[in-house]
């Protein structure tokens, strides 16, 4: 039974070589050929090419490289991939924590992404990648409808306070104007025609204290929201690299001090949100 030798042939006649041919090679470039074919011209066919690019030996190695990388293309094509897993405080999990960034990157000051994803915990994969552009102003929505709350909750135990205690004086600069309100009987929502009919009719028993005293309460109030959303990010991130940095340096366990400083508070988020609401009514019922 004949056997062709799959993809060779002849260099001189180009006909196909089977097992029982007499093929010999060139000793040069190792081009086959028919004994018959190599001795009626007495050389390669293939001699013009030696020494060149073209030469038989270095065209076929080409083509042996170009065709094993295309399969082992294929292969990886056709075979699913291996699910990668990402580190994250909680062990290994297939799900990129880190928002794309690697987990060498430095943040600042010799702080990496891995060790800031650890130290934040949790929504990683929207602070890691805000940490890493490290632009001053982004927007946290969170921190613009709740200042206080969401300072206190990423236990940015400083300004939390400082942000409660503008969010208190803003609200009791705006308790004078409420008074009036009550013993004026007006009630309702604020942005109902009926509302703002009601108050064009007695703007005459709201003193100009009152007035300005509500304006400086709703400034302070708004100026807070829209910093506090517009800066949030960027004073958190300063506050995960300061605090991660000296956990470094300091610290004697760091995996402790790690969930110690870091990751969230549910508790003093409540506080923040709800707690200014209970200390008002408490102050304004002695007033």
């Not at 004949?2 to 470039?29: M, R, T, W």
């Not at 009626?40 to 090419?49: P, Q, R």
């Not at 292969?75 to 990668?84: D, G």
């Not at 552009?133 to 400082?162: D, E, Q, V």
């Amino acid at each position: 039974m004949s056997i062709q030798n799959k993809g060779i042939s002849c260099a001189l006649c180009h006909a196909y070589l089977f097992d029982e041919d007499d093929v010999v090679y060139c000793p040069e470039c190792g081009a086959p050929h028919h004994r018959e074919c190599y001795n009626s011209i007495g050389k390669c066919a293939l001699e013009t090419f030696h020494g060149t690019e073209n030469q038989y030996d270095k065209v076929k190695r080409a083509m042996e490289e170009q065709e094993k990388a295309d399969k082992e293309s294929e292969q990886e094509k056709a075979e699913p991939k291996a699910e990668e897993k990402f580190e994250t405080p909680f062990g290994f999990a297939p799900v990129d924590f880190l928002g794309g960034v690697k987990p060498d990157t430095v943040i600042e000051d010799g702080v990496t992404a891995k060790e800031a994803a650890r130290f934040v915990m949790s929504n990683t994969m929207r602070y890691i990648p805000k940490f890493a552009r490290g632009r001053k102003a982004s927007w946290n929505f969170l921190a613009f409808l709740t200042p206080c709350g969401w300072f206190l909750s990423r236990k940015m135990y400083k300004i939390g306070i400082i942000a409660g205690v503008l969010q208190l004086i803003s609200s009791l600069l705006t308790l004078p104007y409420q008074n009036v309100l009550i013993n004026l009987g007006i009630t309702g929502s604020m942005y109902s025609p009926e509302f703002a009919q009601a108050i064009a009719q007695n703007i005459d028993k709201f003193s100009p204290l009152v007035i300005l005293a509500l304006l400086i309460g709703g400034l302070i109030s708004s100026a807070l929201s829209v910093l506090s959303g517009i800066f949030g990010d960027w004073l958190y991130r300063k506050h995960v690299v300061d605090t991660v940095r000296e956990i470094k340096q300091n610290s004697e366990d760091i995996e402790a001090d790690f969930r110690k400083k870091g990751g969230i508070n549910f508790f003093l988020f409540f506080v923040g949100l709800f707690g200014l609401q209970y200390i008002l009514t408490f102050i304004a019922a002695f007033i």
